[in-house]
């Protein structure tokens, strides 16, 4: 068990829809980042957030954000879902900046 | 951005074998993971190993920074070690402290 818990597990949903993934960093990890795993795009990284404040953006899409509550935990907004959109979505967490990272267990989110 | 390439994609091994995964990286880093993703798809840390050799039980990591590679040992290989092996670097002086994938090697120990 690594620590990083995400809610749910999997997720199904249908086109055009809106879904929320939640994550809980490591007791005392102040950074957490979202990744996109999918078959054709392999790992990606979404957005990261220090502190409760935006850090870096990476490859994430208009339709998805995210956000840090000041207790630390974290929740990606995905919208107007479409099927490309279906991927397993991680949260990772870590101390500070350059410090091991850690990962939750993945949401599968389907969208059909 | 930096590129991380992962050598071989696929390996297939007889239960007991020993095998060496490479990663190659196109930058200075701050930071390297290894990790093992099992068939439920969890990603499990292996190593943190920005630079020099760590061992754990069969498995051991060696990244030569200066030459901007890491090395993943595991030996007598056993089916549960089956499943997908990524290295992620931190570029240095990046904006953020994002992680980027390799491409992952998938690993497959017959027994």
């Known amino acids: 068990d690594s620590g990083v818990t995400q809610t749910p597990k999997h997720l199904i949903t249908a086109t055009g829809q809106r879904v929320t993934l939640r994550c809980s960093p490591r007791s005392g990890d102040l950074s957490v980042y979202w990744y996109q795993q999918s078959l054709d795009q392999g790992l990606q990284f979404l957005i990261q957030?220090?502190?409760?404040?935006?850090?870096a953006k990476g490859n994430i899409l208009e339709r998805f954000s995210a956000q840090q509550f000041p207790d630390l935990h974290s929740e990606l907004n995905l919208s107007s879902l479409e099927l490309g959109d279906s991927a397993l979505y991680f949260c990772?967490?870590?101390?500070?900046?350059?410090?091991?990272?850690?990962f939750g267990q993945g949401t599968r989110l389907t969208v059909v | 951005g930096i590129q991380v390439e992962q050598s071989p994609p696929d390996l297939i091994l007889q239960e007991g074998a020993n095998s060496t995964l490479r990663c190659n990286f196109s930058?200075?880093?701050?930071?390297l993971q290894w990790f093992h993703q099992n068939p439920w798809g969890q990603l499990i840390n292996l190593f943190y190993i920005p630079s020099g050799t760590k061992q754990n039980g069969r498995l051991s990591a060696t990244t030569v920074a200066t030459e901007r590679y890491s090395l993943l040992y595991i030996s007598s290989s056993q089916t549960t070690d089956s499943g997908v092996y990524f290295c992620a670097v931190e570029r240095r002086n990046n904006a953020g402290n994002m992680l980027t994938f390799g491409g992952g090697t998938r690993l497959m120990v017959k027994p």
């Open positions: 957030y220090y502190n409760g404040e935006e850090r």
């Open positions: 990772a967490s870590s101390v500070i900046s350059s410090t091991e990272a850690f």
């Open positions: 930058d200075s880093v701050n930071n």
